[in-house]
């Protein structure tokens, strides 16, 4: 049976294949076999074998505090991933409260040119037809989404639907999948002290909504969500 490890490290955050090598070299350093370590973890041999060679099986986060306890392994040792790729695909996810579809409907007129070139695929819940079961389908964006558009309003953020359903899923594919997370600021909200969304940088400035603009910096800031679009699907086409 493994001994509980008092340190922890995120499992998913750990360089599979890089991980394995250290462990491998710290073990034949200290002269102690694949058995051995095996029978620290409460695993089997074979199973220490794949883990030093990049396929973690059965690698716990308790089990990874036995293996740097055993090993004198540090946490400033432990090799980190690479950041993720950038999501694939074409989907562009717009988040938004009903009250604010006046906003949301100018912003896909800006993005429709890229929609027509075939360089993007919006959704919002518009595209939700009767009958269809709309959990399913905005869950189904939700994991397909290359960018969120998040259109930020105190309603937006007064909505138990978008910060419950909505927003966990989006900010997990970001951390995941390298999906882009795009704020824009409606009108005077709590954006800014929003710990989950305020580490995301808005394209218009949080103290400059599009509520207070006159129409040609509304549209400045339409066109500039736009251009950011274009350019991330240039960067990256789809997969």
Not at 98 to 105: C, E, I, P, Y
Not at 208 to 227: F, K, N
Request: charged content about 30%; proline content about 6%.
């Amino acid at each position: 049976m493994a001994q509980r490890a008092a340190t922890k490290v995120d499992r998913t955050s750990i360089d599979p294949k890089k991980f394995g090598d250290l462990i491998r070299s710290r073990r034949d350093d200290r002269g102690l076999s694949q058995t051995d370590v095996a029978a620290k973890l409460g695993i089997s041999q074979p199973a220490v074998s794949l883990i030093e060679r990049g396929t973690p099986v059965g690698l716990t986060e308790d089990r990874i505090g036995i293996l740097m306890s055993l090993l004198s392994i540090s946490e400033a040792e432990v090799p980190i991933a690479g950041k993720p790729r950038p999501a694939t695909g074409q989907k562009v996810f717009v988040s938004y409260s009903h009250r604010d579809a006046d906003f949301l409907n100018r912003l896909l007129i800006h993005l429709r040119p890229l929609e027509k070139r075939g360089l993007i695929d919006p959704w919002s819940d518009k595209r939700i037809a009767a009958g269809e079961k709309w959990r399913d389908e905005i869950a189904k964006a939700l994991e397909q989404a290359r960018v969120a558009i998040l259109l930020i309003s105190a309603d937006f953020l007064a909505s138990d639907f978008i910060m419950e359903n909505e927003l966990p899923p989006l900010l997990k594919t970001a951390d995941k999948k390298g999906t882009v997370i795009l704020p824009m600021v409606l009108s005077p909200c709590r954006f800014t002290r929003e710990k989950s969304l305020s580490t995301f940088q808005s394209i218009n400035a949080p103290d400059e909504p599009l509520s207070g603009m006159e129409e040609h910096g509304r549209e400045l800031v339409y066109d500039a969500v736009a251009e950011r679009i274009e350019s991330l699907f240039r960067e990256n086409p789809k997969a």
